[in-house]
Nanobody, 123 residues
Framework: QLQLVESGGGLVQAGGSLRLSCASS????????MAWFRQAPGKEREIVAA????????YYVDSVKGRFTISRDNAKNTVYLQMNSLKPEDTAVYYC????????????????WGQGTQVTVSS
C-alpha cells in the first residue's frame, strides 16, 4: 500500500497563493506517476495536473495553465502543487493520487488516493 497525505490547504483571498504538499509512505514513491485532482460541491472530480515518474512530463487542465505548477521531490517522497493567482472557482477539495506507471495518466483510474485537503478562495 502507498499512503498519501495532503497538506497545505486553507482559506485565501482571490489572487493569493497556496502550496499543496502530498507526502507518501509505504512504497517506493519514485515508481509512481502522480496527479492532483479536485472536486467542488455539486461537480464531478477533475484532474488538475499530473506528473510522470521522472518529472519529465507534466499535464495541466486548461483552466489552471500558467497559474499552477506541479512538481515532485523523489528524495522527499513528496509531490507539490503550487497555486498562484487563485480564483474563487478554484475552491474545491484537492486530492493527490498515485498510479503505477512511468507515464502521465489523465484518466481517473489511479491506484492510490489521499484523503483530500480543502482549498477555499474568497472573492
Amino acid at each position: 500500500q502507498l499512503q498519501l497525505v495532503e497538506s497545505g490547504g486553507g482559506l485565501v483571498q482571490a489572487g493569493g497563493s497556496l502550496r499543496l504538499s502530498c507526502a507518501s509512505s509505504g512504497r517506493t514513491f519514485s515508481n509512481y506517476a502522480m496527479a492532483w485532482f479536485r472536486q467542488a460541491p455539486g461537480k464531478e472530480r477533475e484532474i488538475v495536473a499530473a506528473i510522470s515518474r521522472s518529472a519529465r512530463s507534466t499535464y495541466y487542465v486548461d483552466s489552471v495553465k500558467g497559474r499552477f505548477t506541479i512538481s515532485r521531490d523523489n528524495a522527499k517522497n513528496t509531490v507539490y502543487l503550487q497555486m498562484n493567482s487563485l480564483k474563487p472557482e478554484d475552491t474545491a477539495v484537492y486530492y493527490c493520487a498515485a498510479a503505477g506507471t512511468p507515464y502521465l495518466r489523465l484518466g481517473g483510474d489511479y491506484d492510490y488516493w489521499g484523503q483530500g485537503t480543502q482549498v477555499t478562495v474568497s472573492s
